[in-house]
């Protein structure tokens, strides 16, 4: 049976740290020397080396990064549902849905509102069933529960 070497030798783990004071990424010190990069992640971890911010001010200081490109798209994602449904102050609710029009599966439509009502299993268990107009999954009232693009203003925004 073949002895096999260990993956850290002394050498290896001088690299590592050379390559880390030098700022190079766990992909980069990987490759040079000759393991994964779960591995180097793992042993800068077991070594309790961090870059900690030193990662975000090289990558400031980096050309093609700008702090407006790593905002960009959880602002498209919130000017998307805000164009779909309105940038509102509203609350999410601001009158009662109808119950009338409560339904089974069986009885579901692809027109009409798939929230779910009460607990799967449960014998009162059913969908709202009321109107979903334009293709979409609920009724008014469910889609401003299920989507609140007020929400991801405030995170997109902040």
């Known amino acids: 049976m073949p002895v096999l ?4 030798t002394d050498e290896r783990i001088e690299l590592l740290k050379q390559h880390f004071e030098a700022g190079l990424s766990c992909r980069e010190i990987a490759a040079d020397i000759g393991v994964s990069r779960n591995a180097v992640i793992g042993k800068l971890s077991r070594l309790n080396l961090t870059r900690g911010r030193s990662v975000d001010e090289r990558r400031l200081q980096d050309k093609n990064f700008t702090p407006a490109r790593a905002k960009a798209v959880p602002r498209l994602q919130f000017e998307m549902l805000a164009t779909i449904y309105g940038e509102t102050n509203e609350a999410a609710i601001d009158r009662p849905i109808d119950d009338a029009n409560r339904c089974s599966l069986m009885e579901l439509g692809e027109n009409r509102c798939r929230w779910p009502i009460s607990t799967p299993g449960a014998d009162d268990f059913c969908f709202c069933g009321n109107a979903a107009s334009d293709g979409q999954s609920y009724c008014a009232g469910h889609s401003r529960l299920a989507y ?11």
């Open 148 to 158: 609140r693009p007020n929400s991801r203003a405030r995170v997109a925004r902040g």
């Open 5 to 8: 070497a260990p993956t850290w």
